[in-house]
């Protein structure tokens, strides 16, 4: 059983928004903080967005930065990304992930132990 499961992807025009949601699927487990990343077809998964718990930081790839806002209940083990002004670059697949050893290194996919399976975004021109 896929430990998160991610919803709200879709196609969309260029400047348009999405809100993706992750939440816990079933298995119950304390995470740390969660994320974001993306992965376009031939290219390597990409960060985009994290948030740890304990003290409510946030970060951001340089390419979402203002466009993008992730959030989310720790308790519930849910997060989600608000997509604002997408572009044609933002076409991926979107996957959300868990840190459940509080991790140093929330840009890097290594920094996670449970993922989704992903949720399709396409923006047009």
């Known amino acids: 059983q896929v430990p998160l499961v991610e919803s709200g992807g879709g196609l969309v025009q260029a400047g348009g928004s999405l809100r993706l949601s992750c939440a816990a699927s079933g298995r119950t487990f304390s995470s740390y903080g969660m994320g974001w990343f993306r992965q376009a077809p031939g290219k390597e998964r990409e960060f985009v967005a994290a948030i740890r718990w304990s003290v409510g930081s946030t970060y951001y790839a340089d390419s979402v930065k203002g466009r993008f806002t992730i959030s989310g209940d720790g308790p519930r083990n849910a997060v989600y990304l608000q997509m604002n002004l997408l572009r044609p670059v933002d076409t991926a697949v979107y996957y959300c992930?868990?840190?459940?050893?509080?991790?140093?290194?929330?840009?890097?996919?290594?920094?996670?132990?449970?993922w989704g399976q992903g949720t399709q975004v396409t923006v047009v021109s």
């Open positions: 992930a868990a840190d459940l050893q509080a991790s140093s290194i929330l840009e890097f996919p290594a920094g996670y132990d449970l």
